[in-house]
């Protein structure tokens, strides 16, 4: 049969019949969006409400702490203007300090609430949590194990800049390196050493940290001179010369209380050592202990007082012979070992 005669043997499809489908499922369509559309709604709002009051809370907080660190920088400024604040308080010092933790407070919000957030709009939408947030639980400790060293270098940094163990103008011993704080950082402590080399620290490595700007320090300072000489007119002589001192600019600002004589350190045969002490602004111990000296020594010349010069330490030289090799039985040709080595002469054929 040709295929002109099984195209005239088939039925003819009715015309209707796809209009028909085409309405069905058309109305099937609207049904289901209309059974719909009202969870969309709500959850197109719910997402978007979630948004804006993320986005609103993000800036109130943010704005909120820019507001608090500006008000401890201004009361920094304001207590610096004074006299006695001028002290004891360093400006740029607590300008970076409030400016770290500022920061750090910034970061630490934004991401709880944009994090809070992301998760509520992804519930919004149905989304099972649990493994989302059992993989970014793998992936938080697999990068704390690979970044240990940053993670712990930031730990440090957030700590010492809270408890404020050091700031921008301290002198500090760090351990691995010490000087002058010139800059205070989340990661790393930049120091002017004393040469004027500038050290990179990591905080994370330092271990223990000696803060000379702290508090006070102490100017210790030892007099020599004779057993035979007058005590009493000693303490006269040194009294009189640190009271000057005291008196007179800048030193009146860098002693911070009396110079003490606390009396003898040692007594010995050709000497015996007076100690004197002051208590001294921080950092600036070792300056008063040389006009000190200067001053001490300049008036026990004028009255008649020999100062004697210090004995040379001679357990600190050690023994010189410490340095030389154990003598060696090589070293005598008349020892059997150096006999031994001696290589064998050659018989004398002549003979």
Known sequence: MSLSALLAAAPSPEPGGSLDEAAKQAGN??????????????????????????????????????????????????????????LLVNAERRRQRSEAIGSVLRSVASFLILGTAALMILGAFQINLAPLLASAGVAGVALGFGARNLVTDFLSGVFMILEDQYGVGDTIDAGVASG??????????????????????????????GNLSQGWSTANVDVQVRPTEDLERIRAVITEAAQEMAKEDPWTERLWGPVEILGLDTVLLESMTVRVSAKTMPGQAVGVERELRWRIKRALDEAGITMVAAAPDEDAAGDPTAGMAAPSAYASATSPQSLAATPIPPPNIAK
């Open 29 to 86: 369509a609207a049904g289901w969006v209309e059974e719909n559309w009202s969870t969309w709604l709500n959850t197109g709002l719910r997402i978007i409400l979630i948004a804006a009051v993320a986005v609103v809370l993000r800036h109130l907080v943010r704005r909120a702490l820019s507001k608090f660190i500006e008000r401890m920088n201004r009361s920094a400024q304001a207590v610096q203007a004074t006299a006695l604040g001028s």
């Open 180 to 209: 002058e704080v010139v800059e205070v950082g989340l990661r790393v402590t930049k120091l002017r050493g004393e040469n004027g080399a500038i050290w990179y620290v990591r905080n994370g490595e330092v271990k223990r940290i």
